[in-house]
């Protein structure tokens, strides 16, 4: 009798589930989109009983970019800071206070690896050109001299503040942009109930929320560092809401002399990082961190990079030049090695 309601009981549960999922299946539909923005490419999966939201979340996001995050529209809010460099403070709204504290504080804690004052010498390296070549040393420390996330202050006040900027000093936030994207993108969703379930990514930075209508996870493909475009490290089995960057040397480069010259610099040197990595994947509470704390352990190394996570109770994946790839423990029984050639190695505690 007593093993009879044992059996029984899951097996209630589990039906009660069923037709929880095939019930939702018939319901939600799902909508694919893939298209620019953020200066990226963006793909939309979302699962929804109402209306399709995926050109909206696509307009939330470029809107962001045009208003406050590009340090090329002299109108965004960043833009306007920039200006001001050197000319005292400027008022600033409540969500661009927003987009800069959580990236000031991380450039702190991080000892300076992330520094959201970077864009100078972004530009000066442009590894993305034609003909991309190695700066001179002079004018790469002239560069560094003015910048330094030391230079940016400010003060938040009620839903306002003001910042300040040190002449010189221009503010880049393109470590941490698609990952803002990614939570003004759950923002938008959470607020349509009839959304069932999502996954998107804004170029490296992907978020995952709620459920398929088949209860499966979702899946999160990380791109294999020395691969074609289409060939994966391996795949992350996620649910709910999960944010996850993804920072690598193989997004923008250019080699010369056989040694490869990538977009993300040691704001300690001015020179692209160098500190045993070729990809970094994080898990964090938010898209801003999770893109921001992927940079910021780029250029830390696997050492320094497993303390800042362990800070920030961040999960992550590190691969370093020999293919060792360095798992957290809280991801281990969801990440699934693909590629050949990699070894899987608990993380440094
Ligand atoms: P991606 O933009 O390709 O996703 P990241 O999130 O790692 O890559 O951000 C790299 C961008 O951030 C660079 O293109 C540059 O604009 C800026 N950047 C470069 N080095 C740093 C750094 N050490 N800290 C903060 N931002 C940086
Ligand atoms: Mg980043």
Excluded at 3 to 19: D, N
Excluded at 134 to 153: A, F, T
Excluded at 255 to 284: C, E, F, M, N, W
């Amino acid at each position: 009798m007593k093993m009879r309601r044992k059996i029984l009981l899951p097996l209630l549960a589990a039906g009660v589930l069923l037709s929880g999922c095939s019930r939702q299946e018939q319901e939600a539909a799902v909508y694919d989109e893939s298209s620019i923005a953020m200066g990226t490419v963006v793909t939309e999966r979302v699962y929804t009983q109402g209306e399709d939201p995926t050109a909206d979340v696509l307009g939330t996001l470029s809107q962001i970019e045009r208003e406050y995050l590009s340090w090329r529209e002299e109108d965004s809010a960043v833009g306007k800071i920039n200006l001001r460099a050197g000319k005292g403070r400027i008022s600033a709204d409540g969500q661009t206070i927003g987009y800069l504290l959580d990236p000031l504080k991380l450039a702190k804690k991080s000892g300076g690896a992330f520094d959201p004052t970077m864009g100078k010498l972004t530009r000066l390296w442009d590894v993305e050109a034609e003909d991309p070549k190695i700066p001179s040393q002079e004018e790469i420390s002239r560069l560094l001299e003015e910048s330094g996330y030391e230079k940016i202050h400010l003060g938040a006040e009620e839903d306002r503040g003001w910042v300040e900027l040190e002449e010189g000093a221009s503010i880049d936030l393109g470590a941490v942009g698609k990952g803002i994207g990614c939570d003004e993108a759950v923002a938008f969703l959470k607020k349509d109930p009839q959304v069932k379930g999502a996954v998107i990514a804004v170029g490296g930075s992907v978020l995952t929320l709620g459920a398929k209508p088949d209860g499966t996870p979702w899946k999160v493909a990380i791109r294999d560092p020395r691969g074609g475009q289409e060939e994966l490290l391996g795949v992350l089995e996620l649910e709910g809401e999960r944010y996850v960057s993804t920072s690598g040397d193989y997004e923008k480069y250019f080699i010369q002399d056989g040694k490869r010259y990538h977009h993300i610099l040691d704001p300690a040197t001015g020179y692209p990082a160098d500190a045993g990595l070729i990809s970094v994947t994080v898990l964090g509470e938010n898209g801003a961190l999770s893109d921001g704390l992927s940079t910021a352990c780029f250029v830390l190394g696997l050492e320094k990079g497993a303390e800042l996570l362990k800070e920030y109770g961040a999960e992550g994946i590190f691969v370093d030049k020999d293919k060792k790839v360095y798992v957290t423990e809280g991801i281990r029984e969801k990440f699934s090695l693909e590629a050949s050639g990699y070894v899987v190695f608990p993380f440094p505690s």
